[in-house]
């Protein structure tokens, strides 16, 4: 709690230090280019900072992480919810100038989930889009408000397949040079015309050349890993931060070497949390070993958090297990932890090997899985699908309880072992006016504006 | 093995085992130099590593005291005192090893713990034992990295300020390829270091070294790499690991003798004696092994080449020496076989030419003597054929006397008597002059034995023949006779007849032997050689000295035998370059043997 306090204390300095030019202009100015940096690939799905830019979904999470209507204005459910009818918005065109139909939403839908849909079907019916199920869905909108089931145009009107990404989004593809992304103002946008003309993203930029470009008036939004968030209100940056805004977590490939539960019991026993929070990411992570965060479902605390090898030993036993292999996907913070975690497994009796690249065949996986939702029955549904397993089929929402016991018994098969919370944090520059971020760390690039616009 | 070919071999041995001696001693002084010069090249080395190691201590010694005593290094450590938080330089010593160009770099906190690792940066947190006892010299280590790999690292430890506890770093550098590729090596020099598995029950702990002795090919590595058949180095590096003593001895990396290597194995060992790696120094006995080729070589040259006049020395010596003696051999033989007139050549070197006059000498002394005996045996035979034909006389000449003078006296009386005396005088007469042209017929006979006329002839038919004419005989009717032939062939080049008069004689013999009665065999078979007849009777048998003397002219064992019957079948049977024998015992009888050349068709 202190250590948030902290992070509030600095984000509120932040702000205060941009005060003047906060309350020396009471309206947004229209126009200019905002330089944005980043270390990633801009098109990454959970992460990418353009896909938002320039699609959108039916449904939405507002600033507060509730949903909210986006292409679709209405949604009603029928048949104990294995049937859902979503009623698109009237006028929506793609920034070619496509008219947003149904059809282009079912098949950009069923170009997203690539099979691997929550829903059994989806059709078209006149304006609306309709799914059906043959398990219930009771949140389906969380679902298609997740960056997972973003609408992009997929097939033109005369047939054609449209070259580079169209969306209904503020922001239009323009160009793609010299490792920045060009993008521009949508002025047919839904949602209205977003403040600057133009967005550049120099992409896989270093977050230490991100920091210099910032210092030197060449970039006005970087990014802040969370290891160097500490860092960065130490350098008395200008920062805009989300607390828990992603999860860590490892997941445990249960149909390999580690197809017997007692060793994904001793793994989840044996990691050390607050090493990889207080240390690799500087005390700017909260450990949890539950799925949602203690704001979010007020019952994090009794998931216990802490490094136990006796249990660990204990329920490992006599198990010998294979060689395996970690994979993290990230920076250099996540292969630290990686490592980290590693070193903690051999203590525990498992040869464990880490890569840094994403692999088919890692035993282990660590992610960082974004938190879209504020709300814990949609949120706990979004982490369940981001981690890759399957929704437990006995779900109850109803009520706290419900659903304490319904991820207690999804975590205890030691599949998924939440690790962390993680903040997403950004810098921007003295020329950024109102750059928010969503509950996920999500940059809202729509609502910023620049401060010496024309 | 003549003379000449024992010379050849004398000779040839004593210049093969002399170039061998020369060879073999050669082989092993060189071998010796060799061996001497590669100690001292490996103590030279072990010496050059040695104060390469000493510069490479003093080096990282240094480097990391310059950086304990950097600013950065001081303002770092007086905040970690000060605010006890050391988690803001999780990665300060990557950053600090690279500029300090140190392989190796922790900082260890006041409470022992690791603060941050350049080799191993998620180490943070876990104790480092090196520390607590750490020399104020740089000290060798075995350092595991995060793929579970080992490597040996040259370490040292500095404190970051002078107050105790202290923020300790611990740096070092790894004794690896291109260690080992600063080394002076030597042309012909193999370098190789082996450093042992890491086995500490921590992360990052030291390996201990006697729990792994087992020696592993993957960990011995070479300047450019692992080293070739690493596999063979394996017994020299147990024994250094296990005995903590240098060891040393020649190893084959291939089948080939050229890429054998004299190999000195050198425990490199920690501050507290454990062995953490051994360097190895190979030196390669290529030359060595080169230099034995082009010695065996020339040794097999020179060998050949002195077989080859040891042959033409022992051919000259055999002109010389072996020659001579073998005609005097040769003369011996011919001298032996009776041809006293043989004589040899009185040249040759020193004894040799005495030793041909001597034989000449001696053939000349042989040939008097023999002509002497001749002349002494002639005699002697005259003597005996006069005392033989006086006896034989004797007895016909005095009935002959006898009468004459009965006849005389009977001219007194009656005419009527007279008549009587006169027939029976007449009569008496003409029966002993008889017998005295018998006993002449008999030694005319002798000496008028006729030279054989030889014809192909089967032994069988010759033998049937006698058999047939004696065995159905009435007078014989108490003695048995019985015919043994071989199945197989037994051709002969004889005179028939002759050899018919031959058998004759010794089965009348026989059958004389036998006035009681018994059993007479003639036999004929094959020997290796010729064909062996046998004349065997069941009668009283013949004494030893009867024997000896039975084929003696005029000997005979009979009343009134001339003594010539046997020596009459010993020259015929000599005729037929045969031989004759007896055999007898007293009471078993007698068999005569009869044995002849083999016909050649």
């Given at each position: 709690?202190?250590?948030?306090?902290?992070?509030?204390?600095?984000?509120?300095?932040?702000?205060?230090?941009?005060?003047?030019?906060?309350?020396g202009?009471?309206?947004?100015?229209?126009?200019?280019?905002?330089?944005?940096?980043?270390?990633?690939?801009?098109?990454?799905?959970?992460?990418?900072?353009?896909?938002?830019?320039?699609m959108?979904?039916?449904?939405?999470?507002?600033?507060?992480?509730?949903?909210?209507?986006?292409?679709?204005?209405?949604?009603?459910?029928?048949?104990?919810?294995?049937?859902?009818?979503?009623?698109?918005?009237?006028?929506?065109?793609?920034?070619?100038?496509?008219?947003?139909?149904?059809a282009?939403?079912v098949a950009?839908?069923?170009?997203?989930?690539?099979?691997?849909?929550?829903?059994?079907?989806?059709?078209?019916?006149?304006?609306?889009?309709?799914?059906?199920?043959?398990?219930?869905?009771?949140?389906?909108?969380?679902?298609?408000?997740?960056?997972?089931?973003?609408?992009?145009?997929?097939?033109?009107?005369?047939?054609?397949?449209p070259?580079?990404?169209?969306?209904?989004?503020?922001?239009?593809?323009?160009?793609?040079?010299?490792?920045?992304?060009?993008?521009?103002?949508?002025?047919?946008?839904?949602?209205g015309?977003?403040?600057?003309?133009?967005?550049?993203?120099?992409?896989?930029?270093?977050?230490?050349?991100?920091?210099?470009?910032?210092?030197?008036?060449?970039?006005?939004?970087?990014?802040?890993?969370?290891?160097?968030?500490?860092?960065?209100?130490?350098?008395?940056?200008?920062?805009?931060?989300?607390?828990?805004?992603?999860?860590?977590?490892?997941?445990?490939?249960?149909t390999?070497?580690?197809a017997?539960?007692?060793?994904?019991?001793?793994?989840?026993?044996?990691?050390?949390?607050?090493?990889?929070?207080?240390?690799?990411?500087?005390?700017?992570?909260?450990?949890?070993?539950?799925?949602?965060?203690?704001?979010?479902?007020?019952?994090?605390?009794?998931?216990?958090?802490?490094?136990?090898m006796?249990?660990?030993?204990?329920?490992?036993?006599?198990l010998?297990?294979?060689?395996?292999?970690l994979?993290?996907?990230?920076?250099?913070?996540?292969?630290?932890?990686?490592?980290?975690?590693?070193l903690?497994?051999?203590?525990?009796?498992?040869?464990?090997?880490?890569?840094a690249?994403?692999?088919?065949?890692?035993?282990?996986?660590?992610?960082?899985?974004?938190?879209?939702?504020?709300?814990?029955?949609?949120?706990?549904?979004?982490?369940?699908?981001?981690?890759?397993?399957?929704?437990?089929?006995?779900?109850?929402?109803?009520?706290?309880?419900?659903?304490?016991?319904t991820?207690?018994?999804?975590?205890?098969?030691?599949?998924?072992?939440?690790?962390?919370?993680?903040?997403?944090?950004?810098?921007?520059?003295?020329?950024?006016?109102?750059?928010?971020?969503?509950?996920?760390g999500?940059?809202?690039?729509?609502?910023?504006?620049?401060?010496d616009?024309? | 093995?003549?003379?000449?070919?024992?010379?050849?071999?004398?000779?040839?041995?004593?210049?093969?085992?002399?170039?061998?001696?020369?060879?073999?001693?050669?082989?092993?002084?060189?071998?010796?130099?060799?061996?001497?010069?590669?100690?001292?090249?490996?103590?030279l080395?072990?010496?050059?590593?040695?104060?390469?190691?000493?510069?490479?201590?003093?080096?990282?010694?240094?480097?990391?005291?310059?950086?304990?005593?950097?600013?950065?290094?001081?303002?770092?450590?007086?905040?970690?005192?000060?605010?006890?938080?050391?988690?803001?330089?999780?990665?300060?010593?990557?950053?600090?090893?690279?500029?300090?160009?140190?392989?190796?770099?922790?900082?260890?906190g006041?409470?022992?713990?690791?603060?941050?690792?350049?080799?191993?940066?998620?180490?943070?947190?876990?104790?480092?034992?090196?520390?607590?006892?750490a020399?104020?010299?740089?000290?060798?280590k075995q350092?595991?990295?995060?793929?579970?790999?080992?490597?040996?690292?040259?370490?040292?430890?500095?404190?970051?300020?002078?107050?105790?506890?202290?923020?300790?770093?611990?740096?070092?550098?790894?004794?690896?390829?291109?260690?080992?590729?600063?080394?002076?090596?030597a042309?012909?020099?193999?370098?190789?270091?082996?450093?042992?598995?890491?086995?500490?029950?921590?992360?990052?702990?030291?390996?201990?070294?006697?729990?792994?002795?087992?020696?592993?090919?993957?960990?011995?590595?070479?300047?450019?790499?692992?080293?070739?058949?690493?596999?063979?180095?394996?017994?020299?590096?147990?024994?250094?690991?296990?005995?903590?003593?240098?060891?040393?001895?020649?190893?084959?990396?291939?089948?080939?003798?050229?890429?054998?290597?004299?190999?000195?194995?050198i425990?490199?060992?920690?501050?507290?004696?454990?062995?953490?790696?051994?360097?190895?120094?190979?030196?390669?006995?290529?030359?060595?092994?080169?230099?034995?080729?082009?010695?065996?070589?020339?040794?097999?040259?020179?060998?050949?080449?002195g077989?080859?006049?040891?042959?033409?020395?022992s051919?000259?010596?055999?002109?010389?020496?072996?020659?001579?003696?073998e005609?005097?051999?040769?003369?011996?033989e011919?001298?032996?076989?009776?041809?006293?007139?043989?004589?040899?050549?009185?040249?040759?070197?020193?004894?040799?030419?005495?030793?041909?006059?001597?034989?000449?000498?001696?053939?000349?002394?042989?040939?008097?003597?023999?002509?002497?005996?001749?002349?002494?045996?002639?005699?002697?035979?005259w003597?005996?054929?006069?005392?033989?034909?006086?006896?034989?006389?004797?007895?016909?000449?005095?009935?002959?006397?006898?009468?004459?003078?009965?006849?005389?006296?009977?001219?007194?009386?009656?005419?009527?008597?007279?008549?009587?005396?006169?027939r029976?005088?007449t009569?008496?007469l003409?029966?002993?002059?008889?017998?005295?042209?018998?006993?002449?017929?008999r030694?005319?006979?002798?000496?008028?034995?006729?030279?054989?006329?030889?014809?192909?002839?089967?032994?069988?038919?010759?033998?049937k023949?006698?058999?047939?004419?004696?065995?159905?005989?009435?007078?014989?009717?108490?003695?048995?006779?019985k015919?043994?032939?071989?199945?197989?062939?037994?051709?002969?080049?004889?005179?028939?007849?002759?050899?018919?008069?031959?058998?004759?004689?010794?089965?009348?013999?026989?059958?004389?032997?036998?006035?009681?009665?018994?059993?007479?065999?003639?036999?004929?078979?094959?020997?290796?050689?010729?064909?062996?007849?046998?004349?065997?009777?069941?009668?009283?048998?013949?004494?030893?000295?009867?024997?000896?003397?039975?084929?003696?002219?005029?000997?005979?064992?009979?009343?009134?035998?001339?003594?010539?019957?046997?020596?009459?079948?010993?020259?015929?049977?000599?005729?037929?370059?045969?031989?004759?024998?007896?055999?007898?015992?007293?009471g078993?009888?007698?068999?005569?043997?009869i044995?002849?050349?083999?016909?050649?068709?």
């Amino acid at each position: 709690m202190l250590r948030r306090a902290a992070i509030s204390c600095g984000v509120l300095l932040a702000l205060l230090t941009a005060a003047p030019h906060v309350f020396g202009r009471t309206r947004p100015s229209y126009g200019g280019t905002l330089h944005v940096e980043i270390a990633g690939d801009p098109w990454q799905h959970g992460t990418g900072i353009a896909r938002r830019m320039v699609m959108d979904g039916l449904t939405d999470f507002d600033a507060a992480g509730m949903l909210q209507s986006a292409l679709a204005v209405n949604w009603k459910s029928d048949n104990n919810n294995h049937r859902w009818q979503f009623q698109l918005r009237p006028g929506v065109v793609f920034q070619d100038g496509t008219p947003l139909s149904a059809a282009n939403v079912v098949a950009a839908l069923n170009a997203d989930c690539d099979g691997h849909c929550p829903w059994t079907a989806v059709r078209a019916v006149a304006s609306s889009v309709v799914f059906t199920g043959e398990a219930a869905m009771p949140n389906l909108p969380a679902l298609l408000a997740s960056d997972e089931f973003l609408i992009a145009l997929t097939v033109k009107p005369d047939g054609s397949t449209p070259g580079g990404n169209i969306g209904t989004g503020p922001f239009r593809l323009t160009g793609f040079t010299n490792g920045v992304l060009q993008l521009g103002a949508n002025e047919n946008c839904w949602r209205g015309r977003p403040f600057v003309d133009a967005v550049e993203i120099r992409v896989h930029r270093a977050v230490r050349d991100q920091w210099l470009d910032l210092s030197v008036g060449r970039a006005d939004v970087v990014e802040i890993p969370p290891e160097m968030l500490r860092q960065a209100l130490q350098q008395r940056l200008n920062v805009v931060a989300v607390q828990e805004a992603q999860l860590l977590e490892l997941h445990a490939d249960g149909t390999g070497a580690l197809a017997n539960p007692m060793l994904r019991g001793a793994i989840a026993n044996a990691v050390d949390r607050a090493a990889l929070a207080d240390v690799i990411f500087q005390k700017q992570a909260e450990a949890t070993a539950s799925l949602l965060p203690e704001n979010v479902s007020g019952y994090a605390f009794l998931f216990p958090t802490g490094r136990n090898m006796d249990e660990a030993h204990r329920i490992r036993g006599g198990l010998n297990a294979p060689p395996l292999l970690l994979s993290s996907d990230g920076g250099a913070a996540m292969q630290l932890a990686a490592q980290r975690i590693a070193l903690n497994l051999k203590e525990a009796g498992f040869n464990v090997q880490t890569t840094a690249a994403a692999s088919r065949h890692a035993d282990l996986e660590l992610h960082a899985l974004p938190m879209e939702s504020r709300n814990p029955a949609d949120l706990l549904v979004l982490l369940i699908r981001a981690s890759g397993e399957a929704a437990p089929q006995e779900l109850s929402f109803a009520s706290i309880t419900g659903l304490y016991k319904t991820e207690r018994d999804f975590l205890a098969s030691h599949s998924v072992i939440p690790l962390l919370d993680l903040p997403r944090a950004y810098a921007t520059g003295p020329r950024v006016r109102e750059l928010k971020l969503g509950v996920d760390g999500a940059p809202d690039i729509a609502e910023a504006s620049l401060e010496d616009a024309p | 093995m003549s003379l000449r070919q024992r010379l050849l071999l004398l000779f040839s041995l004593t210049v093969a085992a002399s170039v061998a001696a020369v060879a073999w001693t050669v082989l092993v002084r060189m071998r010796t130099v060799f061996e001497e010069r590669d100690q001292q090249e490996t103590a030279l080395f072990v010496s050059q590593f040695q104060r390469e190691f000493q510069t490479r201590s003093s080096e990282v010694a240094a480097a990391v005291g310059r950086l304990a005593g950097s600013d950065r290094a001081r303002s770092m450590a007086f905040e970690i005192a000060q605010s006890g938080d050391a988690a803001q330089y999780v990665t300060a010593a990557q950053t600090m090893a690279q500029d300090a160009q140190l392989d190796f770099l922790e900082i260890v906190g006041p409470d022992g713990n690791v603060v941050s690792s350049a080799q191993w940066p998620a180490r943070f947190g876990y104790p480092e034992a090196a520390v607590k006892a750490a020399p104020q010299t740089a000290f060798l280590k075995q350092e595991e990295l995060p793929d579970g790999s080992t490597v040996l690292g040259l370490f040292a430890v500095r404190p970051i300020g002078n107050s105790a506890p202290s923020v300790v770093l611990i740096g070092g550098e790894r004794l690896d390829r291109a260690f080992l590729g600063e080394l002076p090596i030597a042309p012909g020099m193999t370098v190789g270091l082996y450093t042992l598995a890491g086995t500490g029950s921590e992360p990052g702990q030291a390996a201990n070294a006697s729990a792994s002795a087992h020696f592993n090919a993957q960990q011995l590595i070479g300047v450019n790499g692992n080293l070739a058949g690493a596999d063979r180095y394996a017994k020299l590096i147990e024994s250094a690991l296990t005995s903590g003593e240098q060891s040393s001895g020649i190893l084959y990396l291939t089948s080939r003798r050229e890429d054998s290597a004299n190999v000195t194995a050198i425990p490199l060992k920690n501050e507290s004696g454990h062995v953490l790696a051994v360097l190895t120094v190979a030196l390669s006995r290529a030359g060595l092994v080169e230099a034995q080729k082009t010695i065996r070589t020339t040794a097999y040259g020179v060998a050949a080449a002195g077989i080859l006049l040891a042959i033409i020395f022992s051919l000259w010596i055999a002109a010389r020496v072996s020659r001579p003696i073998e005609r005097l051999a040769q003369a011996a033989e011919d001298v032996a076989e009776g041809n006293w007139e043989t004589r040899v050549p009185e040249e040759g070197p020193g004894e040799v030419e005495v030793l041909a006059q001597s034989f000449n000498h001696m053939t000349e002394q042989l040939k008097s003597q023999s002509e002497k005996l001749v002349q002494t045996e002639r005699v002697a035979a005259w003597r005996e054929l006069a005392r033989r034909l006086a006896h034989e006389l004797k007895n016909p000449l005095f009935p002959l006397q006898i009468t004459v003078e009965n006849l005389q006296r009977a001219r007194a009386l009656s005419a009527e008597e007279f008549d009587e005396v006169f027939r029976e005088s007449t009569q008496t007469l003409s029966t002993e002059i008889a017998n005295l042209k018998t006993i002449i017929g008999r030694f005319s006979d002798f000496s008028k034995m006729p030279k054989p006329e030889l014809e192909h002839v089967d032994a069988s038919k010759i033998v049937k023949r006698v058999f047939s004419l004696y065995s159905g005989g009435k007078e014989n009717g108490k003695i048995e006779f019985k015919l043994e032939l071989s199945g197989e062939p037994m051709p002969l080049e004889i005179d028939c007849e002759l050899m018919h008069r031959a058998l004759s004689n010794l089965v009348l013999n026989a059958m004389d032997a036998m006035t009681d009665g018994g059993t007479l065999t003639l036999a004929a078979r094959p020997t290796e050689s010729g064909v062996e007849l046998r004349v065997s009777d069941t009668g009283e048998g013949l004494t030893p000295e009867e024997c000896e003397r039975l084929f003696t002219p005029y000997y005979t064992t009979k009343q009134h035998g001339t003594g010539l019957g046997l020596a009459i079948v010993q020259s015929v049977v000599a005729d037929h370059k045969g031989t004759i024998a007896v055999e007898s015992h007293m009471g078993s009888g007698a068999t005569f043997i009869i044995t002849l050349p083999r016909a050649n068709r």
